[in-house]
């Protein structure tokens, strides 16, 4: 079945410095979704890529679709504390309802 | 204030006890969603509704169960057959419209459940 892959698992890194988080998936997308969740809350929706090659920016985090639209990245730059969480990607499924969550990047800054 | 709200944010259990979680929404979507989130993982599909007296096993439903007898409510009962069930339990809602597939998810607050 469609699986979504997402790299690192981890990210440390120093305040002021950039960052990029990756997602695969298995399967071509009709749309791929990113959540961000801060410790100790719950996944709240950032933005939806449709288009092959879109590039959407919101502040300092940059969102990009694949040509192929199999793959999708966030691009974080000058990192700051606010940036702390995991972040997901979500591919919806061909056939039903069901989103498809990445195992999420847990991203932790360093002061 | 729209939203979804789960209760209660935290749970203890005794194994072999049943317990149920619950989910309501006042943002008017026919599509709800229970995930489960253990550490290390993504989220987890258990079951799913896209209209009231209607569900769909998610991914992971053996030791669950669920009931849409109101659109606004998906209470999720974890029961003694769950064989794991100290996790993050999340309740979601999206639109349905052509393909709830294509619209954003809203997530509740989520019940922390404890079992020993």
């Known amino acids: 079945g469609q699986q979504v892959m997402q790299i690192p698992q981890y990210q440390h890194v120093q305040e002021g410095e950039d960052f990029t988080t990756y997602c695969n998936s298995s399967?071509?997308?009709?749309?791929i979704q990113w959540y961000k969740q801060r410790p100790g809350g719950h996944p709240v929706f950032l933005i939806q890529?449709?288009?092959?090659?879109e590039v959407k920016k919101q502040k300092r985090l940059t969102f990009q679709f694949g040509e192929a639209k199999k793959n999708s990245s966030l691009h974080i730059t000058a990192t700051q504390t606010t940036d702390v969480g995991t972040y997901f990607c979500a591919g919806p499924r061909s056939n039903d309802y069901k989103l498809s969550f990445g195992a999420g990047t847990t991203v932790t800054v360093r002061a | 204030d729209g939203g979804i709200t789960q209760s209660p944010k935290y749970l203890f259990r005794k194994e072999g006890q049943n317990v149920t979680l619950s989910c309501e929404q006042n943002l008017n979507h026919d599509a709800m969603y229970w995930y489960r989130q253990d550490p290390g993982q993504g989220l987890r599909l258990i079951y799913y509704?896209?209209?009231?007296?209607?569900?769909q096993k998610g991914d992971i439903a053996e030791g669950y169960s669920v009931s849409r007898e109101k659109k606004e409510s998906f209470p999720l009962t974890v029961t003694s057959a769950q064989k794991n069930p100290t996790a993050f339990y999340l309740c979601?809602?999206?639109?349905?419209?052509?393909?709830?597939?294509?619209?954003?998810?809203?997530f509740g607050p989520g019940t922390r459940l404890t079992v020993t």
């Open positions: 509704s896209q209209i009231v007296n209607d569900f």
């Open positions: 890529l449709v288009k092959s090659g």
């Open positions: 399967t071509t997308l009709s749309n």
């Open positions: 979601a809602s999206s639109t349905l419209g052509e393909g709830a597939r294509d619209y954003e998810q809203y």
